[in-house]
């Protein structure tokens, strides 16, 4: 079924929308949770409360890619439940992951008011624009690692480098990102 199609059904209020939703996108939203917390059981809980998160805010929201809005909702379900289970005990990976981002403190608002939620709209397309512009490997190195919180050395294992090689790189794509941000006029 289309994402159109599915988002129809939650527009209709029709149960047949949590259905489709976990038929065509479970398997993702359980990797995203999955990759986070490393617990099959909380991963499955974190799809649940996803698929909820998604029928109480369609409608009114409209979304597309529906696979990145559902993938959102799942990521922050899921660094919502790591947060209360491990609070300071979080994975060694994730934590690095975050800090590592903390760079770029202040370009990234969270939205709260219609002004931050435009500005967060701005900052996604212009980080969109950014990945666009990179190779490949650089993209699906910065996505793994910045996305899906994955672990340097699983990164490095995946694509066949060294770590230091990897971790070099995202910090040369994090410097980019910063100056492209900059360049793009976007307040950091």
Partial sequence: MED???VNLFFQRSEDAIAQLTKKYGG???RVAYDLLQDAEDAKEC???ACLGAWN????AKPEPL???VCRITKNIAFNRLRFKKAK???AALEQSLEELEELEGSLPSAKTVEDAWTEKELTEAIERFLD???QKSRVMFVKRYWFAEAVEAIAKE???RENSVAVRLLRLREKLKEYLEKEGIQL
Avoid: H, T
Wanted: no cysteine; glycine share 4%; proline share 8%.
């Fill in 28 to 30: 993702l939203m359980q």
């Fill in 47 to 49: 799809v649940n409360d």
């Fill in 133 to 135: 512009g990179l190779d």
């Fill in 67 to 69: 696979s990145a809005f």
């Fill in 159 to 161: 694509l066949s480098m």
């Fill in 4 to 6: 159109r199609e599915i």
């Fill in 89 to 91: 005990k979080r994975s």
């Fill in 57 to 60: 805010a369609i409608p009114p």
